[in-house]
């Protein structure tokens, strides 16, 4: 019984393990190097701090970052609408 428990530990630390490992490459591929700017690179609006405590290294307000983005997502929302409408017709 005992040995059971300590099994169950062991397997749920490798798997933590592993977790903080996937998140940390994750963090470190999403993440821009250097700190994060007060103000916006693109349009020099002023990035908030909530924004920059949860995306270090920020570089682009909300707006310019979606801007960014946008180009990625569009995409996706286009082919994902086009099946929807598809789906409903
Ligand atoms: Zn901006």
Same mark, same amino acid.
């Given at each position: 019984?005992?040995? %059971?428990?300590?099994?169950? %530990?062991?397997?749920?630390? +490798?798997?933590?393990?592993?977790?903080? @490992?996937? =998140?940390? #490459?994750?963090?470190?591929?999403?993440?821009?190097?250097?700190?994060?700017?007060?103000? !916006?690179?693109? !349009?020099?609006?002023?990035?908030?701090?909530?924004?920059?405590?949860?995306?270090? %290294?920020?570089? =682009? !307000? =909300? @707006?310019? +970052? +979606?801007? #960014?983005?946008?180009?990625?997502?569009?995409?996706? %929302?286009?082919?994902?609408?086009?099946?929807?409408?598809?789906?409903?017709?």
């Amino acid at each position: 019984m005992a040995g %059971g428990w300590s099994r169950d %530990g062991a397997v749920s630390e +490798q798997i933590e393990a592993s977790i903080s @490992d996937e =998140l940390a #490459r994750m963090k470190a591929r999403r993440a821009p190097v250097g700190e994060s700017l007060t103000h !916006c690179a693109e !349009c020099e609006e002023e990035i908030p701090e909530a924004r920059r405590v949860a995306l270090p %290294g920020v570089k =682009l !307000c =909300l @707006d310019c +970052q +979606q801007e #960014r983005d946008g180009a990625f997502k569009t995409r996706g %929302g286009i082919n994902r609408r086009g099946s929807k409408d598809s789906q409903l017709k």
